[in-house]
């Protein structure tokens, strides 16, 4: 590898980075990180950082998890690639769908779609569950719902059903036929309403008056994250997921969960929708399935949904979905390597554990400092604070002050993520007790730059 002069050198010059303005990345140079290990990474200058965003929501067992290295290394060894279009499988995908059977056995998902990531996974199950209705001769229900502040990749459906403007605006216009209902925010939303109870039943009432609106035999799915992630850490209340849940069934419109960030542990459960107590009919995965370190995803299929494509003969059950690296053996065997070491060290307890110490400790900050406007959490290793800089009026913090305030943290020994005003955490799923505490010192120190 180059010398630091040369990679600062050349850093942002002769690349575009995702989710970014390319004259703003050359401007202020993103962080060169050259090093992970444990939950710890190392920048160019050789500033070890606690990784309080764990990736990107995906290294839930940390950098140093030498069973999906040893893993990926061994089946590059033996076959590092095979394809998996009609006519062929591998051994490593063959097993790993096994595995998700029963891992996603309680929630009612047994066969599994092979992707390359998250936004393969959405669009897969958008893709699906269209041709579900297609094959039971419901060709009219094409339509999709989602929420607004919801995160779903940036694939053409995926951003359609994407519910914050900033991914769409630049692209549109989007796919037509997505209505989008309020999200169950607290902090701010339509209804004036704080109470998290009472503000899923508004939601859920606005979810009903568009399925009737919309006519309910022209929409497919319904598709939300259990808790919002990237659009700031949304938790709805109980009844709110399980009341859309239960509207899908009264309209027969399915129920798509996007767990991209939240299977595998990340609430405290093994997966979001188990969390909330209900079982979807298609559900996006990716992320953690590999721990991040090889790009892999699964759309996960309910037991109904199977079973309408496979007991069809006709040409309307082929799926004519799929990528070249669908079922990639080398993410196989990774993924497999990874679901054995996440369940043997139980890391959903942990992430129950130290995320209940992380929002109690983020808590008493938020009564420290007046810019944190919301402090939203309470589900396992998802925990965002919203800052402000005028709390009366929940007005945004600028986008300088929001920036120092990252700075300020990183200088105090930790990696955070901002997106707008939110700073948002998703710490590897692995963190100490101590670590947390580590974590909260920098935020709390780290806030002051902003005032
Ligand atoms: C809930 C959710 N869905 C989909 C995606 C897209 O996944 P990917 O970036 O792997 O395409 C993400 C990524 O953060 C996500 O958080």
Request: charged content about 20%; glycine content about 12%.
């Given at each position: 590898m180059q010398g630091a002069n040369f990679l600062k050198e050349h850093n942002a010059k002769h690349l575009w980075h995702p989710m970014a303005h390319p004259a703003e990345s050359v401007a202020n140079p993103p962080k060169i990180v050259c090093k992970g290990e444990g939950v710890y990474i190392t920048d160019i200058d050789g500033q070890k950082r606690i990784d309080a965003v764990g990736g990107l929501w995906n290294v839930n067992l940390g950098y140093s998890c030498q069973p999906v290295k040893d893993a990926i290394a061994a089946q590059l060894e033996t076959l590092p690639y095979y394809a998996m279009f009609r006519g062929t499988s591998t051994d490593a995908a063959i097993e790993l769908s096994v595995k998700l059977r029963d891992f996603f056995a309680p929630d009612g998902l047994t066969r599994a779609f092979f992707t390359s990531g998250g936004s393969d996974s959405v669009e897969i199950c958008l893709r699906l569950a269209r041709q579900y209705h297609k094959i039971r001769g419901?060709?009219?229900?094409v339509k999709y719902l989602s929420l607004k502040k919801g995160y779903h990749g940036t694939h053409t459906g995926g951003a359609a059903v994407n519910g914050n403007s900033n991914f769409r605006r630049n692209y549109e216009p989007m796919l037509p036929g997505v209505s989008h209902i309020p999200a169950p925010y607290t902090y701010r939303n339509p209804f004036n309403e704080t109470d998290p109870a009472r503000l899923a039943q508004c939601c859920l009432a606005a979810m009903e008056d568009e399925i009737q609106f919309q006519g309910a035999d022209t929409i497919a799915a319904f598709i939300m994250e259990p808790v919002l992630g990237a659009g700031g850490v949304i938790p709805p209340h109980e009844s709110f997921v399980q009341g859309a849940r239960a509207l899908c069934d009264k309209y027969g419109i399915l129920m798509i969960t996007?767990?991209?960030?939240?299977?595998?542990?990340?609430?405290?459960?093994?997966?979001g929708s188990r969390h909330f107590g209900i079982k979807p009919d298609l559900m996006a995965t990716a992320k953690a399935i590999t721990n991040g370190y090889f790009p892999f995803g699964a759309a996960m299929i309910s037991e109904k949904v199977a079973d309408a494509f496979e007991s069809d003969k006709s040409a309307?059950?082929?799926?004519?979905s799929g990528y070249t690296y669908s079922g990639h053996p080398t993410g196989a065997a990774a993924a497999i390597a990874c679901l054995d070491e996440t369940l043997r060290l139980n890391v959903a307890d942990n992430a129950a554990a130290r995320g209940a110490q992380l929002h109690d400790g983020l808590q008493a900050i938020a009564e420290r400092h007046a810019i944190v406007g919301d402090c939203r959490g309470g589900h396992g290793l998802m925990n965002c604070l919203e800052l402000v800089s005028d709390p009366e009026n929940k007005t945004p913090l600028e986008k300088a002050k929001v920036a120092a305030v990252h700075e300020a943290v990183y200088e105090a020994g930790v990696m955070v993520r901002v997106s707008g005003n939110n700073m948002i955490m998703s710490q590897p799923?692995?963190?100490s007790e101590s670590e947390t505490n580590d974590v909260l010192n920098a935020i709390d120190s780290g806030l002051a730059a902003g005032t």
């Open positions: 419901q060709g009219d229900r996007d767990e991209v960030i939240t299977a595998f542990g990340r609430t405290g459960s093994w997966t309307l059950s082929v799926v004519f799923l692995v963190i």
